[in-house]
């Protein structure tokens, strides 16, 4: 995907921002992200973009990184975590979902909700993975999930305490989404709530992990996994 450069002037209306491209022109753009993104695109910021083909889209451009003034890449747009992280798996990087021959995304389960991806005909019970975006970064390195308070996120983390009841496999992956992150908690700060049931899921038996991911213009590619702090 080529990206276009740009400078962010401000996000508004959660969903739109206003850029300047390097040739001066002024335009709007789609912003892909439902979060409060809290510490990720200040006015000035250099920021890229992908341009649509699409004929029929209202805003041809869509914000998918930011780069930071100490040179961190964040990449903005939340569609992008759930194939980064289907890649981890489908490539074997993630070494305790390896080994499941069927890899399928979106699938129905619990109350009314699709699960991002659903690991089966495997080594143990089918996997249900459920994907967040982390992109809060605060201090010393700390990032931090949600960066606003979540009542959908709630809802994921009960029913996937709902799936390891009846006997399946359930995990929540972090997807680190900003490389100046090296460790990811619950944010208590934010969501109190969010991060009280996650301690509850962790010690139900939801396994948690996180992923982190070199973020570049060029491309998202998998970096490295680790333990997410659920207390």
Known sequence: MNLIPATLIKRYKRF?????????????VHCP??????????????????KSANPKRKYAYTWELTETSSGHFICVNTQRANPAVADAI???QLPSLAGYKALQREIKYGDSSRVDIRLSDGPQADVYVEVKSCTLLEADGCGYFPDAV???GQKHLRELMAT??????????????????????????????????LTQAANAGVEVLACYFHIKPGGITFCRAGNAVTA
């Open 150 to 152: 979540t009542a959908r």
């Open 164 to 197: 390891v009841a009846e006997g399946k496999r359930a995990m929540l992956i972090f997807a680190v989404m900003h490389t100046g992150i090296s460790s990811v908690y619950a944010a208590k700060h934010i969501d109190p709530n969010y991060a009280e049931l």
């Open 90 to 92: 489908a490539n074997g």
């Open 16 to 28: 739109l921002a206003d850029v300047i491209l390097d040739d001066g022109n002024e335009l709007t």
């Open 33 to 50: 992200n439902t979060g409060s993104m809290k510490n990720c695109g200040q006015s000035g910021d250099r920021i890229w973009l992908s």
